[in-house]
T-cell receptor, first 115, second 111 residues
């Protein structure tokens, strides 16, 4: 296992379409996070899973966004009825969550462009 | 509301210069502060700081945390063109381990 994998790397979609991204974390990592990064900004937290349970969601995560992590392994992030404002890099990260050692491993991200 | 602020937002220096990047924070339930380097892809980890006054060092990079004044600095000495990147400061908040990022400092090192 060489790290966190995200698929696809790039996605161009028309406004109003639905898109789904996938993240495969490091296998022994029980914590998984999604972040969104727009141009010129730092990443913003979207949601957090511990194993299969979604334990926290940001207010940024509108009802058009949904995330799942079935069986505590890979995760998917779906955006319904995409808007131009959804254009961003979507980053996934995983960690073991050892106390005071929140060493993250980030994936390479999925760059979404909504036209 | 939790907040992390970095300064400056951008910086242009010449090779060999020393730079200091700043990060201040207002976060409830602080756990630790992390620095990342980002070059057009995912952030790569530089340092994690949890205790005040203890300098972390890696080659030409060093960082220190002041938990009383709520800030951290990242120093880069003898800069090289390969140091050109966005430097992100993030704070771990609460028990979930989520990161609160600053806006980043874009560093450009000219030959």
């Amino acid at each position: 296992d060489t790290g966190v994998s995200q698929d696809p790397r790039h996605k161009i979609t028309k406004r109003g379409q639905n898109v789904t991204f996938r993240c495969d974390p490091i296998s022994e990592h029980n914590r998984l996070y999604w972040y969104r990064q727009t141009l010129g900004q730092g990443p913003e937290f979207l949601t957090y899973f511990q194993n299969e349970a979604q334990l926290e969601k940001s207010r940024l995560l509108s009802d058009r966004f949904s995330a799942e992590r079935p069986k505590g392994s890979f995760s998917t992030l779906e955006i319904q009825r995409t808007e131009q404002g959804d254009s961003a890099m979507y980053l996934c990260a995983s960690s073991t969550g050892t106390a005071y050692n929140y060493g993250y491993t980030f994936g390479s991200g999925t760059r979404l462009t909504v036209v | 509301e939790d907040k992390v602020v970095q300064s400056p937002l951008s910086l242009v220096v010449h090779e060999g210069d020393t730079v200091t990047l700043n990060c201040s924070y207002e976060v409830t339930n602080f756990r630790s502060l992390l620095w990342y380097k980002q070059e057009k892809k995912a952030p790569t980890f530089l340092f994690m700081l949890t205790s005040s006054g203890i300098e972390k060092k890696s080659g030409r990079l060093s960082s220190i945390l002041d938990k009383k004044e709520l800030f951290s600095i990242l120093n880069i000495t003898a800069t090289q063109t390969g140091d050109s990147a966005i430097y992100l400061c993030a704070v771990v908040s609460g028990n979930t381990g989520k990161l609160i990022f600053g806006q980043g400092t874009t560093l450009q090192v000219k030959p």
